[in-house]
């Protein structure tokens, strides 16, 4: 991980960048092709926001973040494998094909879901940086919610609680501009989003969510104070969604063409793409990159779709601990309703 | 409030689906009544995230057909508040997973006010939301809490089956004035039916309907867990040579215990079928009922059929395992009659 | 009601400040006597607040309160005798023995209710304000909460939502110091509450709660804004409970008595006594009004004592409305515990 | 997990309430792992809204008793995140009631955890908090939501009704690895009775117990209600001569029907008694599962006693009318013997 001081080599950052773009257009088309089910979310257009932080976290930190999640995902480390196996729905998924798109997760880089519900990551964040306090542990936690996400009364009382426990929490406002089809205008009586840390003392600002290096300097300085002071902040990333809402939004309903089309004029990966150039890396060694990530993307789909899928009789996997099984044992006589097949605690199978 | 078409009125039906009879019964009842007005997330701009609500912006402007910030605790407490002062407030909720955010207001609020404040006070309020699981939603978002709300004193609680009942049981909720909770279902609103055109035409509050009749056996069902059971029933009836009667709920609160006796009656078996957890679930009420109400007319147990009892998995094939699929209404029906299959 | 510009009699303000508090201290007499039941939370020393809250709020506003209301009801209008009533649970009472101490009403003054829920109140208001909008009338809200309840979630979403939409209404923070035996410290990360009007563009302002005519100028300003230019708005009330939570709270276990002591060195009613002594009215004067208090209060226990209590065959009164007893006809066979004798409509009887 | 005492463990008992059955084994837990902390409103400094968790703060400090804001959804929240990274933590909320604003934590959070998440994360979280009606506290903090909870796949709930079983689920849910849900009740926290001392003593989860032993008629019941149930057993044996059997479910899920079945198959009555509204609730549950599991043994239907469908009034007459009181659970026992009274 860098330093805060010293600048972060760009051509890795561009690399992950790309890989996270090439693998949202393919998730893409693989929903297309029905192989991806469910609510399908990408975050084409927000690589920099996502790469960044992801970027600034270090090992130890830990990671929570809504269901647009594929991206950070990735730029944390999950293996591409692991998460198109999990939009497959087969058993070598992050998480064994239970959960999908929304609820990808990796407890052993510190990321803990991949949460549906509108803000309902955000008491579940603080809880974690709860139990690293109590735990003595140095680190500290980012979670990542939408623009939408702050108008919903989790918001307050999770930043009320992290302030005033002092709780080492980063809260991320990745703000793409709308929440599905309603603005952040018409939806927040305070469109600086970021100001309303002031309602609990927090520190809060607001970066460009387009420029990578931005996006390190302010995560990184925020989770170190953080860390080493245990003060949470509030920061705001602008940026912008270039696909609809979920796959089956066409997302033009509130939006004009020429908008998406503005917002790309300054593509954050063209962006770093020209920095590159700048610092004398060649188009054939950036294209090079490009092709990397198709193939390491094209590599992921191969492996998804020789991961098998779950085996029915482990409909229940994971539900309960080890040792409910016999809890539950005096439950079935009477049940009509196939419970009685249901088994927790037996391992995944082959 | 009755079937009856009012004087005068349009007659004659017309084929549609559940999503467009629903928006026909918002167009129906906001053009006649000043009072109403939709409101919930995206159902303006966006026009609906199950496109329930479009065209409605546009025929009614923002007043009427208003978009909320992602706050449903807060909208739902905003229409309690206004269906207090005399309004008839029609909140969407996107999907009932996101309606507990809200618990509170629809249950500590809305379903306490008439009693609570000895009746100076009234809560005519609507809250239309779908339910159920198939779309691979996974556990936040394929869940069924019915009995919930069916067992609150205060609410009342309807869930259409068809495109006709669904016209109907909407225009009987925004014209009740109690607050009423509209269960929608996300795979049935697809499903298409005759839907008579006549503005006047509402469908009574606390009424079942017999939707198949048969002779063997009674399947009691609600939403799409009816269409289910008529499918199983024509299969039963094709593959197996056994007449069932479909009894359609289609109210919760009040639940017309009535007429699901009288047909137990007949037949003396009951398969209770729901797409939620049946565990202290809505079978469970049914159950109970028709042990209660028919005890010596049971020639056999009463049956349940609902969802396997997990957070709904995200795989295809593992979510198809977990639902009451006709199959396992039929496996049910042959334990009742003792068939072996 | 006193224009914005005059300033108020102070005389009829005693007269209210002085009912209130002889209220309170005969309804823990009779909530000792177990004539009262239930939750019964007191307000003495809170009487500046209560009045004159009450008299800046015109005749056709309406009102919304939390569960610590009596004075609320009182100053607002509600007769001794419907509240006391409504106390001991009778007939006669405001919510016809129905709600009790936490849910008086009186809808013909404006009064829509006395809740329970720490917060519960608010999305109530705002809707009622919506209301008042979508009707065209030109009245304002207003919602009174305690100091405990600006850390719940339906706080910030209701905030949003009346800032969002221009609706008129004002939020009334009583701070009175602790929510139950918890601080205002210790509780909210911003302690100076009325600050949190910040994070929705909203205005926000404290005043001394325990000086009525202060009171009288800040809610009438706001009020006046409400109405006139649709703007939501804070107004915290710094003021002092004097008794315990509730009346089962001795209310000692969390401050000391030298700070009840301290405060009450500056009571409310003595701080107006003063100012009329000043103005040249008598003590005898003053004495007389407070033995009217005491005989009104009495009067309003004689007459609670003699309402009926209510019929047990009404138990279900009220719960739906005319016509539902139809609707319900046919739940009834099968029903194994009672509900058949469940009545909705009839009358309270006698 | 069993009822077995620990080797060189405390032995003997002890008479005290329930709320210092509940104390003890926080106690006890607090002082045995370094991972479990008490959070919620007023825990600490006002010792407890009903005092269970007084002396704690005093013997543990402010970080292994930690009070709250009025922020339910948040704190509970927290008790999950907390629990993903292997801490204990024991939520008190201070009435069921106030549950409504954390839903989503425990229903679409803590109960999907583990199955949602493939089985790579748990979440040991407790959440304690008492239900239940009869002190005049009215519509809003008067209510059982207990069915609710049990019928949702990822929890465990229990609902201890004697001190013993207080302490030794409350232990038991708190060393338990899924989420619990401990369900305690107002007017039960004053009842007393023996209390094992041994803090090896937890009670496992998912058994019933048979209360009383009988053989006319079974009542099943839980929590409060079982003392109520007890109280008409005994005047059915002193006024009617009637032998009634108590089963005391002490978890709701998971449920333990086999040994309700097993009073059930030897009685051939059965009373389902609740402290909440039967309809949709507990009582439902048990009469479908006995009715399926005892179809042959029954001499006559499945009866049941709870709360009257009605928002609870405050007026003292209004409310008692409407409680599960004992008069109506011997009415209910005589209807089903076919006893006049
Ligand atoms: C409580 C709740 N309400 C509604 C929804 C449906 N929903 C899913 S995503 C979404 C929009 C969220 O927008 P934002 O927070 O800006 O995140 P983005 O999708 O832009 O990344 C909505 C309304 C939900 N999941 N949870
Ligand atoms: C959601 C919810 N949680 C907890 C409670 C229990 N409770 C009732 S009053 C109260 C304290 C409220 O304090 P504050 O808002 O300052 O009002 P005050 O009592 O001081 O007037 C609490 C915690 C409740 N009624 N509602
Ligand atoms: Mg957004
Ligand atoms: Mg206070």
């Known amino acids: 991980m860098a330093a805060v001081a010293s600048p972060p080599a760009l051509r890795p950052l561009y690399e992950q960048m790309v890989l996270g773009r090439v693998f949202e257009t393919e998730a893409e088309r693989q929903y297309k092709a029905a192989r991806i089910g469910g609510y399908c979310h990408l975050s084409s257009g927000q690589e920099a926001t996502t790469v960044g932080t992801m970027h600034a976290l270090q090992a130890e930190d830990l990671l929570v973040t809504g269901y647009r999640s594929h991206g950070f995902a990735l730029a944390r480390g999950v293996s591409p494998e692991a998460v198109m196996a999990e939009l497959f729905g087969r058993r070598d998924g992050c998480a064994h094909g239970r959960g999908g798109s929304m609820h990808l997760l990796d407890v052993d880089r510190g990321y803990y879901g991949g949460w549906g519900i509108v803000a309902g990551q955000l008491p579940v964040a603080t809880g974690l940086a709860l139990a690293l306090v109590r735990q003595g542990r140095p680190q500290a936690v980012l979670c990542e919610l939408g623009d939408g996400a702050v108008n919903m009364g989790a918001w307050h009382e999770s930043l009320n609680l992290a302030a005033l426990w002092d709780l080492p929490v980063v809260f991320l406002v990745v703000n793409n501009h709308y929440g599905m089809g309603t603005s952040v205008e018409r939806a927040s009586a305070e469109p600086e989003l970021y100001k309303r840390a002031a309602a609990y003392r927090m520190a809060g600002e607001r970066v460009d969510g387009d420029d990578v290096e931005a996006v390190i300097e302010a995560t990184e300085r925020l989770l170190t104070q953080a860390r080493q002071e245990r003060r949470p902040a509030v920061l705001e990333a602008l940026t912008y969604r270039y696909r609809g809402h979920s796959v089956a939004d066409a997302g033009l309903a509130y939006r004009t063409k020429d908008e998406i089309l503005e917002h790309q004029a300054h593509d954050p990966l063209t962006r770093v793409r020209t920095r590159l150039r700048g610092e004398g890396v060649t188009e054939d060694e950036l294209d090079a990159i490009d092709r990397d990530a198709d193939e390491r993307v094209a590599a992921a789909v191969r492996f998804a779709l020789e991961s098998p899928e779950p085996d029915v009789a482990q409909l229940a996997y994971g539900m309960h601990a080890a040792g409910s099984q016999e809890q539950f044992a005096r439950m079935r006589p009477g049940s009509a309703f196939g419970e009685a097949e249901l088994t927790f605690d037996a391992g995944l199978g082959a | ?341």
Not at chain 2, 270 to 293: F, K, N, T
């Open chain 2, 1 to 341: 409030m009755s079937a009856v078409a009012t004087p005068g009125a349009v007659t004659g039906t017309k084929v549609m689906t559940y999503r467009e009879a629903l928006r026909l019964a918002l167009q129906e009842e906001l053009a006649r009544d000043e009072r109403v007005f939709v409101m919930g997330e995206e159902v303006g701009v966006f026009e609906g995230a199950y496109k329930v609500t479009a065209g409605l912006l546009g025929e009614f402007g923002a007043d009427r057909v208003r978009d909320t910030p992602i706050s449903e605790e807060g909208f739902v407490g905003a229409g309690v508040g206004a269906a207090m002062l005399g309004e008839r407030p029609v909140v969407e909720i996107m999907t009932l997973n996101f309606l507990l955010v809200a618990m509170d207001q629809v249950i500590n609020h809305a379903a306490k006010i008439g009693a609570m404040f000895g009746g100076e006070v009234r809560c005519p309020l609507v809250i239309r939301t779908p339910n159920g699981a198939g779309n691979q939603l996974t556990a936040q978002h394929s869940q069924s809490f019915d009995g919930w709300f069916a067992g609150t004193p205060g609410l009342k609680v309807v869930a259409p089956a068809t495109p006709a009942d669904a016209k109907g049981l909407l225009k009987a909720a925004i014209r009740d004035d109690d607050p009423v909770l509209v269960l929608e279902n996300l795979p049935i609103y697809k499903e298409k039916g005759e839907v008579p055109l006549d503005p006047g035409f509402v469908v009574p509050i606390g009424r079942a309907a017999v939707a198949r009749e048969g002779s063997d056996v009674t399947l009691v069902a609600h939403s799409f867990a009816t269409v289910r059971a008529l499918r199983a029933a024509a299969e039963l009836a094709e593959q197996h040579g056994i007449s069932a009667e479909v009894v359609d709920l289609r109210s919760l609160r009040p639940l017309d215990v009535e007429t699901v006796a009288a047909s137990v009656a007949k037949t003396n078996h009951a398969v209770c079928v729901e797409e939620g957890w049946p565990s202290y679930g809505v079978s469970a009420e049914l159950a109970a009922r028709i042990q209660h109400a028919c005890f010596d007319d049971l020639d056999a147990p009463v049956e349940r059929v609902g969802m396997a009892e997990v957070p709904l998995p995200y795989a295809k094939g593992l979510e198809l395992a977990a639902m009451p699929g006709e199959g396992r209404i039929i496996g049910a029906v042959l334990r009742s009659l003792g068939v072996a299959r």
